[in-house]
């Protein structure tokens, strides 16, 4: 077709032309927007993805603490109850106080114990000088039975010379009866002599050896050991310290800064060792126990930062905290019936493990919390990898 052909065409012929280039332009214009709706969902995803995709977060998170149980550690009756529930106590305040008249006389009777353990390790070393000195003496009366030994042996020979003499006189008749008879008396009686003699120095030996075998126990006893190492006197002076500690006891005081909670006992009850007379929360050193689904914790590590809220504050005071441990199990392992899954109607459920977080003391102290609040936790996850 010529140009002047094409200028001279019918506007009819230019209307079906227009009409179409109408359907491509639409079809361009839809691609286009088709293009700038995904390129927009691409930038809003990393935008999710940098900001918070390296984050978990969980409402099902609770305030805990490590309560301390104040238990009585003696016997007795209360005498006096210093504090009430929800007050406010520091480490050392007196909290309770028991009637300490029994451990007074534990006491005095420890102490006089101790006393006379140390009296008897007196007497046990006096024993010993003495005994030594029986020793002494004993060698003395040995020498003198010696002497007496000695003594009634010559007098036994010369009776049994002079006896022998008798007999032949008698024999021949110069002596009469009544001389030889004399004669065989004073042998008997040298004789006797010279027994009692041998039997005195038996006797001086056997007390010898039984005050050397009596000194011999006695040194054993306190051999190598003072008055205050003696092992009758450690005995007697652990039953004192164990008396006065007893004592010490009668006086219930806070292990801990915190705030009183379930106080059990009244003033005139009695109680026993080992029972719970109260608890003493720590609200400066709360943590929270965070339940994450199982899903969620692929990248959850130890000493991650947390960001928590309270529903006691609400969002506009925010707690910050590091993650210190995970539970050993989940909250269905530990239950007190745990769940029986080996059965036909099985339905998976998502388990939840709690995930220890540890509060900053600073933020406590400007904006306290109580164990078993309700909060909301969300663990940084790209910190502390």
Known sequence: MTEAQTTNASPDEVHDSETDLGPQQKRKKMLKIFAMLIIAVAILYAIWFFIFGNSVDTDNAYVGAETAEITSMVSGQV????VSDT???????????????????????AEAELTKAKRQYTQSSANSSSLSSQILVSADDINSAKAQVAQAEVAYQQAQQEFARRQQLSASGAISKEEFTKSQSALNNAKANLDVAHA???????KRKAAQSNLDANEALIKGSSQS??????VAQ?????????????????????????????VGQRVAPGSVLMKIVPVSAL?????FKESQLKNVKVGQKATLTSDLYGKDVEYHGTVIGFSGGTGSAFALIPAQNATGNW???????PVRIQLDPKELAEHPLRVGLSMEAEVDTSSAK
Do not use: C, F, W
């Open 79 to 82: 005498e006096k109850v210093l």
């Open 229 to 234: 190492s003696t092992p009758d006197v450690l």
């Open 287 to 291: 943590y929270v126990d965070a339940n």
């Open 200 to 206: 005195s120095l038996a006797q001086a030996e056997s």
């Open 347 to 353: 339905i998976k459920v998502v388990q939840r493990l």
């Open 87 to 109: 007050q406010q106590v520091k480490k050392g305040d007196v909290l309770a106080v028991i009637d300490h008249r029994d451990a007074k006389i534990a006491v005095a009777q």
């Open 238 to 266: 652990a039953r004192l310290d164990q008396a006065l500690l007893d004592l010490q006891r009668t006086e219930i005081k806070a292990p801990l800064d915190g705030v009183v909670a379930r106080r059990s006992i009244q």
